[in-house]
C-alpha cells in the first residue's frame, strides 16, 4: 500500500505541475476573448456611427465587420445565457452513471485521439495495479480498488466483466482439484456421476461467458455496435460466477464456509458482480430496449 500511496502522490504532483503550466495558456486565450469580444461589441458600434455620421462610402471587409458586431451585440447575451445553462445541464447530468458511459464511449471512438485515449486509460489501470499486487493485497481486492481509482465507467464494466470470468475460472480449477483430492464412500467424489455433470456444467456455462465476453470486445475493436452484447456479457458473467462459486462452495461441504479455503471470498466477490457495475437488472432493461429498438 507504501508503494501506491507514494505512486498516487507523485500522480497528483505530476498533475498539478501540468495544470500550473496551462494556466497561463489559458489565462491569455480567456484574455484574448474577453479583448476581441470587447472591441466587437463595444469599440466598433461606436466607429460605426462615426463613420455613418461622416456619410463616407467604406470597404466591404469593413462593412462585414460592422455587420458581425452588430450581430454579436444582438445575440451575444442570448449566446452567453445558453452556455450557461449548457453548462448547469453538463454538471447535473455528469452525476449521472449513463452520461459518464455515453462521454467514455463518444471519447474512445474519436477518430484520432480514441485509440491513444484508450491506451493510455489501460496503461493508468495496469500501472496502477502493479503497484498494489506486490503490497501483498488480494488480486480481486486489487482490481476492486484500481477499478474505482482509474477507471472509467466503460473500462470499468470490461474490467468487470472479465473479473467475474476470472473468479468462476479459478473457483473451477480449485472444485477440480478438490473433487480429485476428496474420498468418500472409499473413492474420490470426482468419480460420482452427478460431481461430475456438476463440473462439466459449469466448465460450459464459464466458456460460454469467456467467449460472450471476447465477442463484445472484437466488436469493439472492429468499431461496431457492441452495447447490446457488453451488457450480454456482463449479464451472463456475473450470473455464471455467481452459480459457479455457489456450486464450489456446495462441493467443498463445511469447508466452503470456513476462512480456511478461499471458496467463500470467492463466493462473495462473484454476489457482488451482479450489483455493482451496473446491476443485472440495469443489463437486462439495456439488452431489452436495443431490442425493441428498429
Request: charged content about 20%; overall charge positive; aromatic content about 10%.
Amino acid at each position: 500500500m507504501s508503494q501506491y500511496v507514494t505512486y498516487q502522490k507523485t500522480r497528483r504532483t505530476f498533475r498539478k505541475r501540468v495544470i500550473t503550466a496551462l494556466i497561463y495558456h489559458a489565462f491569455l486565450v480567456f484574455f484574448m476573448i474577453c479583448l476581441v469580444s470587447s472591441l466587437m461589441i463595444w469599440v466598433i458600434p461606436r466607429f460605426a456611427e462615426l463613420y455613418k455620421n461622416l456619410d463616407v462610402p467604406l470597404p466591404t471587409l469593413t462593412v462585414v465587420l460592422i455587420d458581425f458586431s452588430h450581430g454579436m451585440r444582438i445575440i451575444g447575451v442570448i449566446l452567453l445565457a445558453a452556455i450557461v445553462v449548457a453548462v448547469l445541464i453538463l454538471r447535473v447530468a455528469w452525476r449521472s452513471a449513463s452520461t459518464r458511459l455515453t462521454w467514455d464511449r463518444i471519447k474512445f471512438r474519436l477518430p484520432l485521439a480514441g485509440k491513444l485515449l484508450l491506451q493510455f486509460s489501460v496503461a493508468e489501470f495496469a500501472r496502477t495495479l502493479s503497484q498494489l499486487l506486490p503490497g501483498g493485497l488480494p488480486v480481486v481486492s486489487a482490481m476492486e480498488t484500481t477499478q474505482e481509482a482509474v477507471a472509467g465507467p466503460l473500462l470499468g464494466d470490461a474490467i468487470m466483466t472479465k473479473q467475474q470470468e476470472g473468479i468462476a475460472r479459478r473457483c473451477l480449477d480449485i472444485m477440480t482439484r478438490y473433487a480429485v483430492e476428496r474420498h468418500a464412500f472409499g473413492k474420490p467424489i470426482a468419480e460420482f456421476q452427478a460431481v461430475q455433470f456438476q463440473l462439466a456444467q459449469a466448465a460450459t456455462a464459464l466458456e460460454a461467458a469467456r467467449l460472450m465476453v471476447y465477442n463484445a470486445a472484437r466488436l469493439r475493436d472492429a468499431g461496431q455496435a457492441y452495447t447490446s452484447e457488453a451488457a450480454m456479457a456482463k449479464l451472463f458473467s456475473s450470473q455464471v460466477a455467481e452459480r459457479v462459486t455457489s456450486l464450489c462452495v456446495e462441493l467443498f461441504g463445511g469447508y466452503g464456509y470456513t476462512k480456511e479455503y478461499p471458496v467463500e471470498k470467492f463466493y462473495r466477490d462473484a454476489k457482488i458482480g451482479t450489483i455493482y457495475e451496473g446491476t443485472n437488472n440495469m443489463q437486462l432493461q439495456t439488452i431489452a430496449k436495443l431490442l425493441m429498438t428498429p
